[in-house]
């Protein structure tokens, strides 16, 4: 098993910043991708970001330019999503996700919540 646990959510105001982090641990070993997904009240969950190994990312159109995803470069586990130029329709729980290799299993954390709310 994997466990994700994230941090760094909360409330903040329009055009404003925010640092989501994500730590794996557990059964790691042959992990290639990590990224964040959201889903905000009665949408489903979509991508925000992933980075792979190689450290090639991929956003969703609706973040490009406005938010950015990058890993720790001690530890290939941990993952990173800054955030600015935050906007209300960014208002979701952010979920952190990795896919492992071994066994070919998706793992997801329980979420944080990011509002965005003058």
């Known amino acids: 098993q994997v466990q994700l646990v994230e941090s760094g959510g909360g409330l903040v105001q329009p055009g404003e910043s925010l640092r989501l982090s994500c730590a794996a641990s557990?059964?790691?070993?042959?992990?290639?991708?990590m990224g964040w997904y959201r889903q905000a009240p009665g949408k489903q969950r979509e991508l925000v970001a992933t980075i792979t190994n190689a450290d090639s990312t991929n956003y969703a159109d609706s973040v490009k330019g406005r938010f950015t995803i990058s890993r720790d470069n001690a530890k290939n586990t941990v993952v990173y999503l800054q955030m600015n130029s935050l906007k209300p329709e960014d208002t979701a729980v952010y979920y952190c996700?990795?896919?492992?290799?071994?066994?070919?299993?998706?793992?997801w954390g329980q979420g944080t919540q990011v509002t965005v709310s003058s």
């Open positions: 996700y990795c896919h492992r290799v071994i066994g070919n299993r998706d793992f």
């Open positions: 557990g059964s790691i070993c042959s992990i290639n991708v």
